[in-house]
């Protein structure tokens, strides 16, 4: 039986202000698994929302049985201590049959040192030998959102049968708004379903050359929108994508989006927006064109595909893909691995001077 072990935490302690925390964790108890994290994942749109206080559940209430909002009654409060959903970490020690000690897991848990994981509750999913492991962070959580958005478009062109991830845009010409991690991955999953073009649309530079190097077209987004409506033609007065998967919390990239859709196509939104959208025109192309919108969050893949695809089935497509193109992805989405010791200041310094960025990793241990 191991002893008790301090962890240590990335928290949020006050608006502009990240700390390390400490606490103690007893040993595993029967059917868990005691693990040591490698690398955790830095999910910048959701995180610097608790860095900047703009998130939503530090102003209001989420009141489950309605399923709304209840302004100015604020869910959490300052300290936040745990952050983070992208974890790749070794198991040191198994109550769990399943699990091994040595066993590499992509997981989810939070930018902490270590976690024991209940198998039964968490997502805990074994990495093969030829996956680095940095690119574990992906497996729990953000590989399995961009995932879902595919599977969110499967469901508009085919309803519940759906056969393959991707099997609906195979052959159809996809658009990506946003070139972040969430968009990238979005871009290589229509790629490997066997899109007949790949178009990816980022006001960044930066973004746009890192795409360009994984295969895809890389655009602005007006060139993007443009581009759909004089190279996607369906017939007279039929011009656009049947589907535009949009990724920037962004007002102005979703009214980009609808532009560049044909009559009655649909955004598939994966974005979290945290403001108004004064930007978006609901008068214009959303009117005239009928056009969808389309929620796809993690936590629901579309209604009459569940229990065909789970988080889990998510998961393996994600490995599946760090399989193919692994090398590639290392190489142009992740800019920045910082140890956890740093990662306070390192998140000062990101918001401070905004440096140019995609996947930012804290490395626990090697």
């Given at each position: 039986m191991s002893d008790h072990r301090h962890i240590r935490s990335l928290g949020v302690e006050a608006p502009h202000r990240a700390y390390l925390h400490g606490y103690d964790e007893g040993p595993p108890g029967d059917g868990q698994v005691r693990l040591e994290t490698l690398y955790t994942g830095f999910s910048a749109g959701t995180e610097l929302t608790f860095f900047k206080n703009s998130n939503p559940y530090l102003?209001?209430?989420?009141?489950?049985?309605r399923g709304v909002f209840v302004p100015g009654e604020a869910q959490q409060h300052y300290p936040v201590p745990f952050l983070g959903y992208m974890e790749c970490a070794r198991v040191s020690e198994?109550?769990?049959?399943?699990?091994?000690?040595g066993d590499v897991i992509g997981t989810t848990f939070g930018h902490k040192t270590g976690h024991t994981a209940d198998p039964f509750h968490d997502l805990l999913v074994k990495l093969p030998e030829d996956v680095d492991p940095?690119?574990?962070i992906y497996v729990g959580q953000m590989g399995p959102i961009a995932a879902n958005g595919i599977l969110h478009a499967d469901a508009e062109m085919l309803g519940p049968n759906v056969p393959s991830l991707g099997a609906g845009i195979a052959g159809r010409p996809a658009l990506v708004i946003g070139a972040g991690v969430v968009g990238l991955f979005t871009a290589l999953f229509a790629q490997a379903a066997g899109a007949s073009e790949v178009v990816i649309a980022d006001p960044s530079e930066f973004r746009r050359l890192r795409a360009a190097c994984l295969g895809l077209t890389a655009m602005t987004q007006d060139q993007a929108w443009a581009h759909a409506k004089a190279r996607w033609h369906h017939g007279p007065g039929d011009r656009g994508a049947d589907i535009v998967f949009q990724t920037?919390?962004?007002s102005a990239s979703l009214h980009a989006a609808m532009q560049a859709l044909r009559p009655q196509g649909t955004v598939i939104d994966l974005a979290f927006y945290q403001g108004g959208a004064d930007r978006l025109r609901l008068g214009e192309e959303f009117h005239h064109n009928g056009l969808n919108l389309?929620?796809?969050?993690?936590?629901r893949v579309p209604r009459g595909l569940g229990f065909a695809w789970d988080r889990r089935r998510l998961a393996e497509a994600t490995i599946a893909l760090l399989r193919a193109r692994g090398d590639e992805i290392r190489a142009q989405l992740i800019t920045h691995v910082v140890p956890i010791e740093e990662a306070p200041g390192?998140?000062?310094h990101l918001v401070a001077e905004r440096p140019e960025f995609l996947q930012i990793v804290f490395?626990?241990?090697d």
């Open positions: 102003h209001s209430r989420w009141d489950e049985g198994s109550r769990a049959g399943d699990y091994a000690p940095i690119l574990g920037r919390a962004d389309r929620c796809a969050q993690i936590n390192f998140l000062a490395k626990v241990a």
